[in-house]
């Protein structure tokens, strides 16, 4: 079976560009998350969506950043403008709803703002 | 809030060795419990979980009881080997109308010496 799907695996890009990173989550999975990790902080929740509705997105860091999710199979991460500390690996996931199913995450989004 | 603490390391062990990672949490209600492991430059993998009181999660020679009396999940494994070098991360998740996000410990490096 698929796991859950990023892209782009690696990016590199100039401060104040764009950055969109997608994700497709696990078929039949209700929940879907997006975490950041690095060095200095660890792995942090950045939002979460069940059913397609966003239900937490208190980790997001400032207006820079948004999510999306259009339908029940992609997601989206938007920065703009992209600024060096920004600089992280970003991981999707999705589970099933309950909470002892196991959240599963995909290879993550290496990005690099230069 | 909801928290995880792990020991800090990183540990450094020598094939063979008998290996101890130290978790505790605090949560209201009866979470759900797990360790993630992280390979160099990869995801986030599902190591192990207990979803109840006295559950005993295992996999791959390693294991970790869910203590509710003392709020622990401590993983241990009784001969580590080299390929078992990575970060380990135990985790919570809450549901039944609680926080259904995993929050994560800040992770334990392990390295595994021939």
């Known amino acids: 079976d698929a796991g859950v799907i990023q892209s782009p695996r690696h990016e590199v890009t100039e401060m104040g560009q764009e950055v969109t990173l997608r994700c497709k989550p696990i078929?039949?999975?209700?929940?879907l998350f997006w975490y950041r990790q690095t060095m200095m902080r660890g792995l942090e929740l950045l939002i979460y969506f069940n059913n397609n509705v966003p239900i937490d997105d208190s980790g997001m860091p400032e207006d820079r950043f948004s999510a999306k999710m259009p339908n029940a199979s992609f997601s989206t991460l938007k920065i703009q403008p992209s600024e060096p500390r920004d600089s992280a690996v970003y991981f999707c996931?999705?589970?099933?709803?309950?909470?002892?199913?196991?959240?599963?995450f995909g290879e993550g989004s290496w990005l690099t703002v230069v | 809030g909801d928290s995880v603490t792990q020991m800090e390391g990183p540990v450094t062990l020598s094939e063979e060795a008998f290996l101890t990672i130290n978790c505790t949490y605090t949560?209201?209600?009866?979470?759900?419990l797990f360790w993630y492991v992280q390979y160099p430059g990869e995801g986030l993998q599902l190591l192990l979980k207990?979803?109840?009181?006295?559950d005993k999660g295992s996999n791959k020679g390693f294991e970790a009881t869910y203590r509710k009396e003392t709020t622990s999940f401590h993983l241990e494994k009784g001969s580590v080997q080299v390929s078992d070098s990575a970060v380990y991360f135990c985790a919570l998740r809450r549901g039944q109308g609680g926080s259904e996000k995993l929050v994560f410990g800040k992770g334990t490096k392990l390295t595994v010496n021939p």
């Open positions: 949560a209201t209600g009866y979470p759900s």
């Open positions: 078929s039949g999975h209700n929940s």
């Open positions: 207990a979803t109840k009181a006295d």
């Open positions: 996931a999705s589970s099933p709803e309950y909470s002892g199913n196991t959240i599963y």
